[in-house]
Nanobody, 116 residues
Framework: QVQLVESGGGLVQAGGSLRLSCAAS????????MGWYRQAPGKQRELVAT????????YADSVKGRFTISTSRDNKKTVYLQMNSLKPEDTAVYYC?????????WGQGTQVTVSS
């Protein structure tokens, strides 16, 4: 059974940077996509960025040019989200998501707080 463990969240001032990591445990031979979603208090969970097994990326308009999603080069079992020029509106719990032919797995979430 695959599990996802996120790390890298924290408190940062506006304009700062954070790098989130999501490590997948267990056997992953291929995946459809891995991605990051976020949920702010009182709001619905929304897509931040995704990357397919072939390397195609997709970003929410609100983070284009500021965030970059990537996977580890060795076995693609870790997905990263480099977040630059952070804004207070980026404050949310960030969740990692893995989509495989066998199903979907979510991580437990990591809090990102951006102070103004």
């Amino acid at each position: 059974q695959v599990q996802l463990v996120e790390s890298g969240g924290g408190l940062v001032q506006a304009g700062g940077s954070l790098r989130l990591s999501c490590a997948a445990s267990g056997s992953i031979f291929s995946f459809v996509s891995m991605g990051w979603y976020r949920q702010a208090p009182g709001k619905q969970r929304e897509l931040v960025a995704t990357i397919t097994g072939g390397g195609t990326t997709n970003y929410a308009d609100s983070v284009k040019g500021r965030f970059t999603i990537s996977t580890s080069r060795d076995n693609k079992k870790t997905v990263y989200l480099q977040m630059n020029s952070l804004k207070p509106e980026d404050t949310a719990v960030y969740y990692c998501k893995l989509v495989r032919p066998l199903g979907t797995t979510w991580g437990q979430g990591t809090q990102v707080t951006v102070s103004s």
